[in-house]
């Protein structure tokens, strides 16, 4: 049974940096690509950054480009994301996930095994 569980997340003020993990077990890790999600209160999922079963290819959604760094960790089976320069709208919860295949995706039906999420709270 394949298990992610994430954790960093916490409250933050406007400006600071948290780092989430993903903790991966029950298939090879190194095999597929991994993505990260948020959903705030009211809205949709959304695509936050995705990377391939190496970590040599990213995507991210425009909203967190240049400030959330995706990477991941094949010996240690997880994934990381960096997150810089918070703002008030980075407010949700965050979910890791893990793709079918071996490449980077940006669809949810790309994705098969989700973590709980683990939320994170930016203070204006």
């Known amino acids: 049974q394949v298990q992610l569980a994430e954790s960093g997340g916490g409250l933050v003020q406007a400006g600071d940096s948290l780092r989430l993990s993903c903790a991966a077990s029950?298939?090879?890790?190194?095999?597929?690509?991994m993505g990260w999600f948020r959903q705030a209160p009211g809205k949709e999922r959304e695509f936050i950054a995705t990377?391939?079963?190496?970590?040599?290819?990213?995507r991210y959604a425009d909203s967190v480009k240049g400030r959330f760094t995706i990477s991941r960790d094949n010996a240690k089976n997880t994934v990381y994301l960096q997150m810089n320069s918070l703002k008030f709208e980075d407010t949700a919860v965050y979910s890791c996930?893990?793709?079918?295949?071996?490449?980077?995706?940006?669809?949810?039906?790309?994705?098969?095994?989700w973590g709980q999420g683990t939320q994170v709270t930016v203070s204006s």
């Open positions: 996930a893990g793709a079918r295949g071996s490449n980077y995706y940006l669809r949810t039906v790309d994705y098969v095994y």
């Open positions: 029950g298939r090879t890790f190194s095999n597929y690509g």
């Open positions: 990377l391939n079963w190496s970590g040599g290819l990213t």
